[in-house]
């Protein structure tokens, strides 16, 4: 089976009807249903998939629409120049195709706002998917860089655990990640470290009824264990 008859490691039913190696249908579920990393910028989506292109994405504004991306920055594979998170706005080529009936729309189209956050990638593999942005973009780095991201993760650790007792929260905290870390909270395997005497700044960021049950949850487990 060619990469093209793959949707990024999930195998795909015989086409009934093909949009560049992918059935239409399973294209049209992929866009609407598999998971996908939301509101990114072209140029990080890239870097995810490990400085590659050849990834599925749909703008947030797009109703049946998606594109194949091609080439980022002139290059099909590599590191961009800049800095993240927009490496200097590169050109972004795909072929775009109308997923109701398998039409290519365009070749080789030159995708605006690539440096807006309105993109999502069509059918993240599994292992990012459960990890997160933020681990994916850890394999993205060279060894020197992740061993100095490893020392200060540990560093903030000991200073959590200096200031008290913390819980780790991961529900609905993506689309609000920038305020979170702002507000001074770290990041780490796949939660926020937030100290209980903070919780409630935390949860007024995050404002989701899923957010308040995960953190009553790890509440009562540091009380319980008290």
């Excluded at 195998?11 to 992918?22: H, N, Q, S």
């Amino acid at each position: 089976m060619t990469p093209q008859a793959k949707l990024r490691g999930m195998t795909l039913p015989p086409p009934a009807a093909d949009v560049g190696g992918l059935t239409l249908d399973a294209l049209m579920r992929a866009s609407l249903a598999l998971p996908t990393f939301a509101r990114e910028n072209l140029p990080r989506l890239y870097r995810l998939n490990g400085w590659h292109a050849g990834l599925w994405v749909r703008r947030n504004s797009w109703g049946n629409t998606v594109a194949l991306i091609t080439s980022v920055g002139g290059q099909v594979d590599g590191k961009l120049d800049g800095r993240d998170p927009y490496y200097g706005d590169p050109e972004v080529l795909a072929d775009v195709y109308d997923v109701r009936t398998g039409a290519l729309l365009e070749q080789q189209a030159s995708l605006p706002c690539v440096g807006s956050w309105q993109w999502a990638w069509i059918g993240v593999p599994q292992d990012l998917w459960d990890a997160g942005p933020e681990a994916a973009f850890e394999r993205t780095l060279s060894d020197q860089t992740r061993a100095r991201k490893a020392r200060a993760r540990q560093q903030q650790q000991d200073a959590a655990e200096r200031a008290g007792p913390f819980v780790t929260l991961s529900r609905d905290t993506y689309p609000v990640r920038a305020e979170l870390k702002a507000l001074g909270f770290q990041f780490q395997n796949g939660g926020w470290l937030i100290p209980v005497s903070r919780l409630e700044e935390a949860l007024a960021v995050i404002g989701t009824d899923a957010a308040r049950a995960e953190a009553a949850a790890a509440t009562a487990t540091i009380d319980g264990a008290r």
